[in-house]
């Protein structure tokens, strides 16, 4: 009997501690399904939401369209970002990257003969710039910021001498139907565009190299310590290349989508801010800004959070004014989110 006592608060701190280890599981079920989900009720709250303030204009078969199209070239852009934000740099030059390469590519198509190479001519083009970034931050150690923002303004002005400075046009460039087709899936009843169809291919061939790949792991191991990747063995100067070229090329990519949707190109107006809106969909998309961190399926969720926001301003008669002062709100609060993530993880 004298031993009862010391048995039933054994029993109960036992109890008690089974309590205790049921609710930190349940904690932690619940932050990996918050991970998981990332942004995707805020793109669903924003979908609904303008549905409603635009007289239930938003879920049309037609609009739903625009939306695609419209955040296909930026899901490009921003899939190739992910690449070098996961490393810990930045790519400054993406959108005078991909007036370049539209620029390459529309005059490529004007000349006789090779008039069908635009498309891969357009697309090296980009990989090109990428690689000479790369080269000249692994290489050279330069910072990634000064670098990019050295070629926003170089390969812009390159563009622009491609052009002469004026606007290119050929209204039979080949391949066109990749800018303004649709792929039916359901005759008469359900298509997507080609440009959100490329798009997703290159989220899924992104995700298949960064999750399924040795040099996946090398690029999350050089975003997450560099030194220490380094000691490990990595070649980090390889790893450094291979993502900006990676970002290049998509850029170039993207510059091929918006020559075929547009038959035109422009060197001094084509891409203009579409860097930013390329790290703005990264970041919403779970990507830390420090690197080692993040997923190329939340960036594809950042990029339609962005088109999604585009569209539904028009929709609702925002001014242009007032969508350049939003997205720039976006762009802040984008940054002020990857801070609180980083807080939070090292809280946790």
């Known amino acids: 009997m004298p031993h009862d006592g010391p048995s039933q608060a054994k029993a109960a701190s036992a109890a008690a501690s089974r309590i205790a280890a049921a609710q930190e ?36 078969g037609q609009n739903l369209g625009i939306v695609l199209q419209q955040a296909a070239v930026n899901t490009v852009l921003a899939a190739g970002m992910t690449f070098v934000i996961l490393t810990g740099g930045i790519d400054l030059s993406v959108g ?31 990989l090109v710039f990428g690689v000479i970034n790369g080269a000249l931050i692994a290489l050279l150690r330069l ?22 400075d004026t606007t290119v046009f050929n209204p039979a460039i080949p391949y066109a139907f990749i800018g303004n087709a649709s792929l039916t899936l359901i005759p008469g009843v359900a298509s ?17 190299v960064l999750r399924r790949t040795v040099l996946g792991v090398h690029i999350y191991a050089v975003g997450g310590n560099e030194s220490a990747a380094r000691l490990a063995g ?23 989508m918006q020559a075929a949707r547009l038959y035109a190109a422009n060197g001094l107006q084509l891409g203009q801010s579409y860097e930013l809106d390329a790290i703005t969909a990264v970041i919403l ?18 990029a339609l959070i962005i088109a999604v926001l585009s569209n539904g301003l028009i929709l609702t008669g925002v001014s242009d004014i007032w969508q350049y002062v939003i997205k720039g ?3 802040i609060g984008a940054v002020a989110l990857d801070r609180y993530r980083l807080q939070g993880s090292a809280r946790t």
């Open 25 to 60: 599981t349940k904690r932690q079920r619940l932050r990996l399904v918050i991970r998981a989900a990332g942004m995707l009720p805020v793109l669903l709250l924003l979908c609904v939401g303008f549905h409603f303030l635009s007289d239930s204009r938003f879920f049309t």
């Open 96 to 126: 005078s990257i991909l007036a370049a390469a539209a620029m390459a590519g529309l005059t490529v198509s004007k000349l006789p003969d090779v008039g069908s190479l635009w498309l891969p001519v357009a697309v090296l083009t980009g």
């Open 143 to 164: 910072p990634p910021f000064i670098v990019t923002l050295g070629s926003l303004t170089a390969v812009r002005g390159l563009a622009r001498l491609l052009g002469a």
């Open 192 to 208: 997507i565009p080609w440009l959100s169809v490329i798009a997703l291919l290159v989220i899924l061939i992104s995700w298949l």
């Open 234 to 256: 990595i070649k980090v100067w390889g790893v450094l290349i291979f993502v900006y070229g990676v970002s290049g090329l998509l850029a170039g990519l993207g510059g091929a």
């Open 285 to 302: 998309g779970g990507t830390s800004f420090v690197g080692g961190i993040g997923s190329v399926w939340g960036t594809l969720i950042g």
């Open 329 to 331: 709100l976006v762009i």
